[in-house]
């Protein structure tokens, strides 16, 4: 069976707000995400993830800032628009991990949730994905909770 990997990084800024928006989960928080589209770091890091792992490209290729289609858009809905553009290229996501690296806010209560949206998203069970907070030990622009990060991991499988 052939197999491949892809890896996603990206990060937002935090804005006065009361919520962010993280794997389609709304999360209270004291601040919300900057993007162009809902700022939900974890879909945009997983959709590179798999485009990258099929080689076609980028998240900012298919949904350019340029095109105000995608303003506020709900980035699992961008996932899932993925997900059917590396299936036509002859690959399945078959497993996810992420990392998302804040001081806040708390990602545990939520990874349930998290895994489950996800899984919908690729297709998938949710025991074949994992979310994991990891705080920035209060170092740098994260540890001064300006922004997140996050890293994402993803296997595919051809078709
Ligand atoms: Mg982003």
Wanted: glycine share 12%; net charge neutral; aromatic share 4%.
């Amino acid at each position: 069976m052939k197999t491949r990997v892809g890896i996603g990084y990206d990060s937002h800024r935090f804005a006065e707000g009361d919520a962010v928006i993280l794997a389609g989960v709304r999360v209270a928080a004291p601040f919300r995400l900057v993007g162009h589209s809902d700022g939900d770091a974890i879909a945009h890091a997983l959709t590179d993830a798999i485009l990258g792992g099929a080689g076609i490209g980028d998240i900012g290729e298919m949904f350019p800032d340029s095109d105000p289609a995608n303003k506020g858009r709900d980035s699992i809905e961008m996932l899932r628009l993925a997900v059917l553009r590396v299936r036509k290229a002859g690959w399945a996501a078959v497993q996810a991990d992420v990392s998302v690296i804040c001081e806040r806010p708390k990602i545990g209560p939520h990874r349930e949730e998290m895994r489950a949206t996800i899984a919908q998203a690729l297709g998938v069970d949710a025991s074949a994905v994992m979310v994991k907070g990891k705080t920035n030990e209060k170092l740098g622009w994260i540890g001064k909770e300006k922004g997140l990060a996050v890293i994402a991991v993803a296997t595919l499988e051809a078709l």
